[in-house]
């Protein structure tokens, strides 16, 4: 496995690698990774010859009073995890991903508003500028995000479309502990109390799901359920919203798939987690 630090070296390395014929998967992450991470990792490795991840902290997705500086960093830890699974780790340096003539910032419009683009203004077009500017570096033929931001990887794909950028985009499912919390790198935050109570996050996701199976069509009734059980644990909402899966808007009926949404306080740790629903397959099938 190699560690390339330089952007330049990162270029050089993925065209050796394009002229040879090499098929290049990519994973970009901000490190302090865990098995959600490396699940995405082993979702692509025999789909390629070449797997590359990077581990960058990405400042322009955080908002100015936001966790960016003590976000959770281990390199070494990553780096050990990661071995056996990779062949690049990229850990580039900001001056190097934002050098001083800098100057270019991408924007996917509708898809960043609902959601984290109400609570985190600025946040999606951090991600789609950083993307963008990785998958420029590591021209990867196919990438992979998680579900867990499911809302992010939809931007990704529409941004990926709209620039054409060449760039199959593979989205891997949500990996969760024991008890049903999804896995976050912001979950070490948590004390042993509030670590407990996150987990009432997936059971109101859970019921909002068992609901909607069971025939309940009245989305404002699911709502209010869900929050009952979220709220009943002492952690606050942001927001909960049952959503059209394919674009984020309203749904209309209740015969499509759907994505409930939800990002909860738990004190000041911010944290999401969603679900996908067909709502056509009825648990009693
Ligand atoms: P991050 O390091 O938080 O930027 O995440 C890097 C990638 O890992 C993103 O595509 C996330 O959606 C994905 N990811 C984060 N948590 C999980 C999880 N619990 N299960 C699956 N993928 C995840």
Redesign the pocket.
């Known amino acids: 496995m190699k560690i390339i630090r330089k952007v330049q070296e990162m270029i050089d390395f993925s065209e050796t690698n394009h002229q040879q014929d090499k098929l290049i998967g990519f994973?970009?992450?901000?490190?302090?990774l865990?098995q959600?991470?490396l699940?995405?990792m082993k979702l692509i490795r025999d789909q390629v010859d070449v797997l590359i991840i990077s581990i960058y902290v990405n400042p322009k997705q955080f908002g100015p009073q936001e966790d960016f500086k003590k976000y959770p960093r281990d390199e070494q830890r990553d780096i050990n995890l990661v071995k056996p699974l990779v062949d690049v780790v990229f850990i580039p340096e900001s001056d190097d991903i934002y050098p001083p003539r800098y100057d270019t910032f991408v924007q996917v419009e509708e898809l960043s508003k609902p959601l984290c683009g109400k609570s985190r203004p600025g946040h999606f077009g951090g991600v789609t500028t950083v993307v963008a500017r990785l998958f420029g570096i590591v021209k990867p033929d196919i990438a992979?995000?998680?579900?867990?931001?499911y809302q992010?990887?939809l931007i990704i794909k529409r941004m990926v479309e709209d620039l054409n950028l060449g760039v199959k985009i593979q989205v891997?499912?949500?990996?969760?502990e024991p008890d049903g919390l999804?896995?976050?790198?912001r979950n070490i935050y948590l004390d042993e109390q509030q670590r407990k109570r996150a987990q009432e996050i997936n059971q109101g996701l859970a019921l909002g799901e068992k609901l909607m199976k069971q025939g309940e069509t009245d989305i404002d009734q699911i709502i209010s359920a869900m929050t009952e059980l979220i709220s009943g644990h002492d952690l606050n909402i942001e927001y909960l919203e049952i959503l059209d899966s394919s674009n984020l808007q309203e749904v209309s009926s209740m015969t499509e798939q759907v994505i409930i949404a939800a990002a909860v306080l738990v004190d000041n740790i911010r944290l999401i987690d969603n679900r996908l629903v067909d709502v056509d397959r009825k648990l009693e099938e």
């Open positions: 994973v970009p992450t901000m490190g302090f865990h959600g991470h699940s995405l992979v995000f998680g579900q867990k931001d992010q990887s891997g499912p949500i990996i969760r999804a896995l976050s790198s």
